[in-house]
């Protein structure tokens, strides 16, 4: 069996070596690997393209804090599925469970829908992305499931957030902010992707038919954080009107509401990287200082960050996070 690494990693609790990987395939569901390539990583989740018996699966590994989200999000794609909407098919383990467990986390195994992943800065991409996390964000509308997280905001308080001066008051005054929003605007409520990354969608050349590779470690909240993190990874507002406009067309958000809320959405989510960064320098090396110790996000970071490490993918995600929140706040 070969292993290959895109030169992505993403912080996580742990990463399974190749025989723990090899073997909870075989062992939970038959699968002999021929090739493995590790996909681009999520600070909550790790992934990997499996080719198994002439077949493409996708291994998603979660930190064991998101094992119910997890199998939400795997229902929730089996929804899609029921409803036409492309997406990866969850493959249940021998003994019948959507997840199996593993010393690293919980690992799920779904059936590699057709198609190539989308490029996020590509303006006929970007109208595939948009459309299709509308079309997701419509079709799960009265969804329900017992592992979907409910929407919570960020602790101002937390003790991790003392690692840097600027960080409580950046985070403090961005969930300030999107206290307010949700007090004085009537914001679209419903099941989120969490991580609606490029690499998650995909467009099939030969049909023309885009779709998805699963539904993340789904909760529920207000639509607009989902498009608010797939606006980051097209480069900001300026760089995703593509975007917009194809998820504008499927979605259940009006335009006024994406207008006049996305500004804050989008505030809150560098807050949401900042805290998860923080929270991973506290709980490893501190950077100047700290303890050990963290509790699970309260809502997903960003996926796919070109970073080095734990630690210093970290401190690399908090700095970034830093100047995005330094634009809007003055929290430099």
Not at 132 to 157: I, S, Y
Not at 222 to 236: R, S
Not at 245 to 267: N, Q
Request: glycine letters at 12%.
């Amino acid at each position: 069996m070969s292993v290959t690494n895109t030169g992505r990693t993403g912080i996580i609790a742990a990463v399974p070596d190749d025989d723990l990987l090899r073997s909870t395939l075989r062992d939970q569901w038959h699968l002999v690997p021929a090739e493995i390539t590790a996909l681009p990583g999520g600070l909550l989740s790790h992934g990997w393209d499996v080719t198994a018996g002439g077949e493409r699966f996708v291994a998603r590994l979660a930190d064991p804090a998101a094992r119910q989200p997890v199998e939400a999000g795997l229902a929730a794609a089996e929804h899609l599925r029921g409803t036409g909407i492309e997406a990866g098919e969850p493959v249940r383990t021998l003994a019948g469970g959507l997840t199996a467990e593993t010393p690293a986390g919980a690992l799920a195994v779904l059936r590699r829908a057709p198609g190539r992943t989308l490029d996020g800065r590509d303006p006929i991409d970007q109208q595939f992305w948009g459309d299709r996390l509308g079309a997701v964000h419509k079709t799960l509308q009265g969804f329900h499931h017992p592992g979907l997280r409910r929407w919570n905001l960020l602790d101002p308080e937390a003790t991790h957030l003392a690692i840097q001066p600027w960080l409580r008051p950046a985070v403090t005054e961005a969930v300030t902010a999107m206290t307010r929003l949700t007090v004085t605007d009537r914001l679209t409520y419903g099941v989120l992707h969490g991580d609606p990354a490029p690499e998650i969608f995909l467009v099939d050349p030969a049909t023309g038919r885009a779709g998805l590779l699963d539904c993340g470690a789904s909760g529920t909240g207000p639509l607009l954080y989902d498009v608010a993190a797939a606006v980051v990874y097209a480069g900001g507002t300026d760089t995703s009107a593509e975007l917009l406009d194809g998820y504008l067309a499927a979605s259940p958000v009006a335009e006024d509401e994406l207008h006049a809320a996305l500004p804050v959405l989008l505030r809150f989510r560098w807050a949401v990287q900042a805290d998860w960064s923080a929270r991973r320098l506290v709980r490893g090396e501190p950077l100047g200082g700290g303890s050990l110790g963290g509790e699970p996000l309260r809502g997903e970071p960003l996926r796919g960050e070109p970073l080095r490490g734990d630690r210093e993918g970290a401190r690399e995600a908090l700095e970034r996070a830093r100047e995005a929140l330094a634009e809007t706040t003055g929290a430099a």
